[in-house]
């Protein structure tokens, strides 16, 4: 009997010992290190992501249509005045009065062609204005995919965290379930109770539990993905593929502010309205400008077979009926200028708000990635062998389970903080300076 025992004592320090160097060496190969750019599964990459998005998302494909009307415009802005035609017959005498000269013989028929003439370049700065309001146009829907690419960013940071956290879940419940082989080996060589051993099958519970919430919100991450891209492959079908990492090397902040200045596309829109609003103003200064009607007129007035006259027509300007849109105007520069102010100060609070949360991150993840991961590993290992070997306790045992699920699922969630920090960062910026 005691050689029994002694060959399960030694089977057992075999498992353990292949429990510990096995799993533990398995661990951090399945995490991807800094920079190595080796993806974790087949699938869409950001950049496969991102084209699709702008191909088929139809928030973004509507508001583009934006642009093409405003360039309609433009070609409304600059037409010309249509010249009017106007047709008489005068002195028509249908009644028989008077001697008989025939029934034509005093009809005056005449025809007259009118063209209004714009003076003080209208034309011109009603196509100006018409451009500019194009280049809002094209701003606003710029910084209209710089907003959504950030909620797509998210979308696809969440299902990287997602698929990490289920890894994790799986090799946790693979690793307790190497483990509980192990105890159930021990129990039947007589080396710990049965109620031990309940305890250790209990806990197993909340392993699946971890893995079906990873699975469920691995769907919903891939859901909401999809919605994004109006896609509809099934969600078994649908995978994504990306680093799941942080970076330490941060630009400083200044340079940040620099490129949002020089990026933003809402910036550039508020810039665009205060240059729109000054040609506007002079387009309500010009409209108060009088515009000359040329005309040419033919007819016939017997006995001369046929005449022709010229005239000009022109507007007495005794009332300014266009003082008010020339004050509104010169009011909607400094409004369009106040607005322009507080883009500015936007610009900053985003970039700077954006910066240290990146830069909080990247604080919190330095130490996991230095030392608290491998210890974390190094206690759950050394725990699991010890008390496989009865040298510390069952609380002991799923205490440092519990630590090192803990310390795992904390990294893996600040990665993803991080990267989603990383997306407003580049959202602030207003182009990708984090990939």
Known sequence: MGRKIQRYQWMLVVLALGAATGLSAQQPASRQQPGSGVPAAAGLTWDQVK???????????????????????????????????????????????????????????????????????????????????????????????????????????????????????????EYYDHLLGISRV????????QIDLDRLELQRVQYESDVQTA???????????????????????????????????????????????????DLKAAMEAVDKAQTDHKLAIANGSTDPTFSFDVGRNPPIDLYFGLGVSIPLRIFDRNQGEKLRTKLDIERNQRLLDASQAQVYSDVDTAYVTVSSNVTLLQPYQAKYLQMAVRVRDTIAFSYQHGGASLLDFLNAQSEYRAVELNYVNLVGAYLTAAAQLNMAVGREVIQ
């Open 51 to 173: 084209d699709r998005f702008e191909q088929n998302n139809p928030t973004l494909l509507a508001d583009k249509l934006n642009i093409d009307e405003s360039k309609a415009q433009e070609i409304t802005a600059y037409l010309r005045p249509n010249p009017q035609l106007g047709l008489l017959s005068d002195q028509i005498t249908p009644f028989n009065v008077g001697p008989d000269h025939g029934p034509l013989a005093y009809l005056l028929p005449s025809a007259t062609v009118s063209y209004l003439h714009e003076r003080e370049h209208k034309r011109e700065l009603r196509l100006e204005s018409a451009k500019k309001a194009t280049g809002i146009a094209e701003s606003s829907h710029a910084d209209l995919e710089r907003t959504t690419l950030f909620t797509l960013r998210s979308a696809f940071v969440s299902t990287l965290q997602a698929k990490a956290v289920l890894k994790l879940a799986t090799d946790d419940l």
């Open 186 to 193: 021990r129990f039947q060589a007589g080396d710990i109770a």
């Open 215 to 265: 699975l469920v919100n691995l769907r919903t991450a891939k859901i909401q993905l999809l919605t994004l891209l109006n896609d509809r492959t099934p969600v078994e079908q649908f995978d994504v593929d990306g680093v799941f990492d942080f970076s330490d090397q941060i630009l400083p902040q200044d340079d940040f502010r620099k490129m949002a200045l020089d990026t933003r596309p």
